[in-house]
């Protein structure tokens, strides 16, 4: 069987995306592989169709438990039932039924901070991996924006698996991150493989204006001008409901998405979108993880990011269609300094440094009585192991300059004066070949390419609940 | 029934004896022994636990409103009903707290991914994204699918219909019922948030929640009595054996084995007073519960007739004129009067 009948009998598709091919010829190779896929160009494919071929399982590590769930819900609506998660929210008894049938496993998501447990190490030590994927492998990197200090303990579990080889997935990372991943899952001569960062299709613009007043009227503006499905972006919950209750009293269908929000909610919002039954979210940044919906057309930031490769990510989710999506940027005066103590309320500061030095990192009183902070703390109880305490808070001041650096190059982004798709190419250490025609605002747009609004989207509201449960269920 | 409505329905049946901060308490379902005696003092067991995920703030802010809209006196130490309150005509209401404990959750869970799974393959689409996550419901559903036949069409038609039956006959209004059903998804026509429901409707999101639980207790009731061939195998587990927790089980057991209360409570390694809290649920719990190792029964009608004379059920009240009889003594003989009067 070929690489291309396994794709169609597994996938239904009948050809590969580009890299893909390459990727995979090279896993079943044998060698190590780092892949920097843009977001949405089918990464998972990568070690599925592999695990077909490979003999024993593929471990995947994970680094985000919603990322997880998504992954092994795709696996299983595909009708691969040889699944198994293995995370911190196990239930004992489930857990005892893992352990003993692990073997039969054909794929196992781990988190990180299981991996590193000497129980499930022992576990492990008694199957035969033959692949080890590090999912987002950006991660590892101290200077990525969404550092995970477990991630650097991957290396430790190699020689316990007898030094399986490894794919390094990501969507974004830097010369600087793919080096340190190399370095930290103690890649010798791995095949790197780099897709172009550009995507053609998105289109990138910046709104400036005088006050958040202007934005504000800014986005009504543009609501009644262009049509969803869109994705606004907001930095705060609250934000985020502000903004859909402005939609909504504007008459344009919306709602909001937040980590405050019950699982069940969050899952009817996702699938309202997905239905075409919202033309916009107004969401924080836990939107976007697992949601696959091809044709985003517009993502606007109502806030600054706070950095190039978030904003990258985030703005990556629309146009996955292929078809033109518009990325706008707004910013009002001021909005800069907002941004600057955004980044630097993340970080540890001294007296979360002392903290935890001082009591260790099994003291987890100190994040209850919230005395350190979540983040912090599990920043801090990497390094405590690591380093003696002036170390420590010298790796947090190079943190904190590393986030400087992040929001000095937004800032720059922000006042950029020529092309702006070339800018973020350059932040990825890589080269503009060829620009599309409808290309960022400083080369000028045509925002003929964007549908117009239009009225007529109404959708008939079931009034009484035999009629909704009619539509439901027309049997 | 509303949320504020809850609140007033539950002063009015403590009658001036509990502090504001009881109802919260007895809403989540804290498994207290001061909130689990009071169920049997004042008949509570409807509202035990309807609101588990219920916000203190959110909760203070209605408080706040009820003091606002004059229902609620502020009375030195105690909350007073105004007039106005005692004249609400508040609505019959099927909340069941005490008897499903938060299982409508797993009912409604089950019943969606049912509806959900019925609602695509009868329209050919076979491949969906489930909207419940929890795996350990998916496959009980799975189960529960293959049995029913869920592929042949019929089976559908008839479980709609039992549906549509069970829920014409449950004792609630027309929008409680909507509400219900907009927590359902099916193609092309997804679930709606607590938010989007509450404010299609003009209420709070603790209104629609509420009246969510309502009108599941009140539908659970209608199955369990009716007994409709497909919707009653969802009832499976739903109902606990006991209504006891877990913890006065145990002391249950133990206790039946011979145990007395003090080495009870040296071998669980739990304080006296928690044991203690046991024997009052057990006895709140149980009609034929023998009080005789713990209260002879002469100082047992004494507590009652002191009881019954100050027309009180403030532990405080009866000891001082009952010094000899111990708060636990005084708690079990109000709990077991509950019970058997």
């Excluded at chain 1, 924006?145 to 303990?153: E, H």
């Excluded at chain 1, 078809?323 to 955004?342: K, R």
């Excluded at chain 2, 999101?205 to 199955?223: N, P, R, S, Y």
């Amino acid at each position: 069987m070929t690489l291309d009948d396994l794709l169609y009998s597994t996938y239904g598709f009948s050809s590969f995306r580009p890299g893909q091919r390459e990727i995979i010829e090279r896993v079943l190779a044998g060698d190590d592989v780092i892949a920097l896929l843009p977001t949405g160009m089918g990464k998972s494919i990568c070690y599925q169709l592999p695990a077909k071929l490979l003999p024993g399982s593929v471990l995947i590590v994970s680094p985000l438990l919603s990322l997880m769930q998504d992954q092994v819900a795709q696996l299983k609506k595909m009708g691969e039932k040889s699944v198994v998660a293995i995370n911190s929210f196990l239930k004992p008894e489930d857990k005892e039924k893992i352990w003993n049938s692990l073997s039969s496993y054909k794929f196992i998501f781990i988190s990180p901070e299981m991996l590193v447990q000497p129980f499930v190490k022992r576990q492990l030590q008694q199957l035969r991996i033959s692949l080890l994927v590090a999912d987002e492998a950006h991660c590892i990197s101290q200077w990525g924006f969404d550092f995970r200090p477990d991630y650097l303990r991957i290396s430790e579990i190699l020689p316990t698996l007898k030094f399986p080889q490894v794919l390094a997935l990501t969507a974004t990372a830097t010369e600087k991150v793919t080096e340190e991943i190399k370095k930290y899952l103690e890649l010798k001569q791995p095949y790197i493989y780099c897709h172009p960062m550009d995507r053609k299709n998105i289109v990138y613009d910046i709104k400036k204006f005088e006050d958040g007043r202007e934005k504000l009227d800014f986005l009504k503006g543009f609501i009644r001008k262009f049509n969803g499905p869109g994705i606004i972006y907001a930095g705060t919950r609250k934000k985020s409901q502000e903004l859909s209750m402005l939609l909504t009293e504007q008459g344009i269908s919306s709602a909001f998405y937040h980590g405050g929000m019950e699982h069940q909610d969050r899952i009817f919002v996702q699938q309202q979108f997905q239905n075409g039954e919202l033309q916009w979210i107004c969401s924080t940044n836990a939107f976007g993880m697992g949601v696959h919906i091809p044709n985003i057309r517009h993502v606007i930031h109502f806030q600054l990011p706070t950095s190039i490769e978030g904003y990258v990510q985030e703005v990556g989710r629309a146009g996955r269609d292929g078809q033109p999506a518009l990325a706008t940027l707004l910013y009002a005066q001021g909005d800069e300094a907002l941004l600057e103590s955004l980044v630097m309320d993340d970080l540890p500061n001294q007296h979360e440094i002392e903290a935890v030095y001082r009591e260790g990192s099994a003291a987890t009183y100190l994040l209850d009585q919230g005395i350190v902070r979540e983040t912090a703390f599990r920043v801090l109880s990497y390094w405590i192991t690591k380093l003696p305490l002036e170390g420590v808070i010298r790796q947090m001041e190079l943190l904190r300059s590393g986030k400087r650096q992040q929001a000095a190059k937004i800032r720059e982004f922000l006042f950029h004066e020529d092309c702006l798709r070339s800018y973020i190419i350059e932040c990825f250490d890589q080269e503009l070949l060829d620009k599309p025609i409808n290309c960022c605002v400083n080369d000028g747009i045509d925002y003929t390419a964007f549908e117009a609004y239009s009225d007529s989207k109404e959708k008939q509201i079931p009034l009484e609940w035999q009629d909704r449960l009619r539509v439901i269920l027309p049997i | 029934m509303l949320f504020t409505e809850l609140i007033l329905a539950i002063m009015k049946a403590v009658n001036r004896q509990r502090t504001i901060s009881s109802p919260y308490h007895l809403i989540k379902g804290k498994k207290s022994g001061q909130t689990i005696q009071d169920i049997g003092y004042f008949g509570l067991y409807p509202y035990f636990g309807v609101l588990p995920k219920l916000d203190k703030k959110a909760y203070d802010g209605a408080v706040q409103s009820l003091f606002l809209q004059g229902y609620l006196l502020a009375n030195d130490q105690v909350v007073d009903l105004s007039e106005k309150a005692l004249d609400l005509d508040i609505e019959a209401s099927p909340l069941n707290g005490w008897k499903y404990r938060g299982n409508e959750n797993l009912f409604f869970s089950r019943l969606s991914l049912i509806v959900q799974t019925f609602s695509h393959f009868s329209q050919q689409a076979n491949v969906f994204d489930p909207i419940v996550s929890n795996e350990e419901i998916q496959s009980w559903v799975k189960i529960y699918l293959n049995r029913i036949r869920f592929r042949d069409l019929t089976v559908a038609q008839r479980f709609k219909e039992e549906l549509v039956i069970t829920l014409t006959d449950t004792a609630v209004s027309e929008t409680h019922k909507m509400i219900v059903m907009e927590r359902l998804s099916g193609l092309g026509l997804s679930g709606m948030t607590w938010q989007q429901i509450a404010a299609s409707k003009n209420l709070s999101v603790m209104d629609v929640q509420l009246m969510a639980v309502e009108t599941l207790h009140g539908w659970m009731a209608v199955i369990e009595r009716s007994k409709p061939p497909l919707l009653t195998g969802l009832m499976e587990g739903i109902i606990q054996q006991s209504s006891l927790t877990e913890s006065a089980q145990r002391t249950e057991k133990l206790f039946e084995r011979g145990f007395s209360l003090e080495q009870i409570a040296s071998l669980r390694q739990l304080k006296s007073s928690t044991i203690e809290d046991h024997f009052v649920e057990l006895a709140m719990n149980d009609p034929y519960f023998n009080y005789a190792p713990f209260v002879d029964a002469a100082l047992f009608e004494a507590i009652i007739a002191e009881s019954r004379r100050q027309k009180t059920k403030r532990l405080r009240e009866i000891k001082e004129h009952l010094p000899e009889a111990s708060y636990f003594q005084i708690r079990l003989a109000l709990a077991i009067r509950e019970e058997q009067g």
